[in-house]
Nanobody, 119 residues
Framework: VQLQASGGGLVQAGGSLRLSCTAS????????MGWFRRAPGKEREFVAR????????YYADSAEGRFTISRDNAKNTVYLQMNSLKPEDTAVYYC?????????????WGQGTLVTVSS
């Protein structure tokens, strides 16, 4: 499975970006898709995840109310709409995929896309 993330860039505080991540290759029949990020000098952290049907969505507290995760299964793509961006959102954002069955685990990771928010 290959995951290709895109949509990162430089944006001013208060601005918006939309990240996309497309899965290709042999995936699970049903899979969870998620976003993580790693800020400079910090550990990687969870941002959001969405199950196969889109009925179960979870956000980190830092993303709640500002970010929206969605997916298009026909395109094998997950999106992360990020609004009201803050300088502390600056990070490399990674998408990940895992089987949608029981306990969530992340089996495949994308290469990351850099988001820089200027103050």
């Amino acid at each position: 499975v290959q995951l290709q993330a895109s949509g990162g860039g430089l944006v001013q505080a208060g601005g918006s970006l939309r990240l996309s991540c497309t899965a290709s290759g042999r995936t699970f029949s049903r899979y969870v898709m998620g976003w993580f990020r790693r800020a400079p000098g910090k550990e990687r952290e969870f941002v959001a995840r969405i199950n196969w049907s889109g009925a179960r969505i979870y956000y980190a507290d830092s993303a709640e109310g500002r970010f929206t995760i969605s997916r298009d299964n026909a395109k094998n793509t997950v999106y992360l709409q990020m609004n009201s961006l803050k300088p502390e959102d600056t990070a490399v954002y990674y998408c990940a995929v895992g089987p949608d069955a029981g306990v969530v685990r992340w089996d495949y990771w994308g290469q990351g896309t850099l988001v820089t928010v200027s103050s």
